[in-house]
């Protein structure tokens, strides 16, 4: 198979159309259309059925256009991999963070990215997850941490590799905390709540679980930054969730006590990349160790 019929294919498959993809690489349509002829041929199945001017990918070409995707983001990937080897350069990871993720998870699933043979180079970008999602698209992103999948209704070819997940815990203030006259979780229907943005996975969890047991509660606030969220927790304002790999750092602070666990509650965490097998080394790393240093970190919480 030619590589050069595939990435022009690879290249309508993604404009939509012969004439936008020629303006993008600055090839005519009728040398595209030519080029996929061949590549259909040497395949011996039609990757596109035409209606008119219309291209339609077939369930061949869906498969085709996959396996393209995979390739030439290996080939960017090997590109960068050996320009910069013989100049002892590190090793560039730019991976985007969900804006919902707690940042102390964040750091603790990336970390062992800095361990790897060799010197890292890593580049962090925090935004909303379809905004990451696009630049991991346009491969300006090796890897993007979120909470959720790649989400439903997105046009972007990625995939979503689960790291581990986490149950969630309530913390407050030891003297918010000492006015409580019920067990928990009844408690939390006593206390102002602070709850993470609509956006967030535990978010959507908690609203299930707090209906499932029936708890009309009180949000005082609504946060998109979890350190926020804590920052308000820590002075007072209202009891607050946190995943619970992480609960011990936070009741490091004496400040604060433990209410108590959602029971049946947990968070997933993924690794999104356009590519289904992952290759690069620091992604490795962090698929690596990511799961038991969530299920470590719950143990000893």
Known sequence: MNLKHLYYFWKVARHGGVVRAGEAIHITP????????????SLGTPLFSRKGRTLTLTAAGRLAVDYAEEIFALDAELERTIRDFPKGRPTEFRVGVSD??????????????????????????????????????????????????????????????RLGGSGVAFLARSELAARVRTPFPDCLAELPLLMPGEDSAMRRRLDEWLDRKRLRVSVVGEFDDHALLAAFGREGVGAFP???????????????????????????????????RLTHPCVLAITATADASLRRAAEED
Do not use: N
């Open 242 to 276: 946190v995943a619970s790999a992480l609960a011990d750092d936070y009741l490091a602070d004496s400040r604060l006590t433990l209410l108590g666990r959602a029971d049946r509650v947990s968070i997933d965490y993924f690794a999104i990349s356009v590519q289904r």
């Open 30 to 41: 009728q040398t595209l259309s030519g080029q996929i002829r061949l590549l259909e041929e």
């Open 100 to 161: 919902a993720l707690p940042k102390t998870l964040a750091y603790r699933l990336l970390r062992p990215a800095m361990d790897i043979d060799g010197p890292v180079r890593l580049v962090c970008r925090e935004w909303q997850l379809d905004r990451l999602l696009a630049d991991l698209a346009l491969h300006r992103l090796d890897l993007v941490i979120s909470d959720s999948p790649v989400p439903a209704g997105v046009e972007v070819r990625a995939y979503g590799h």
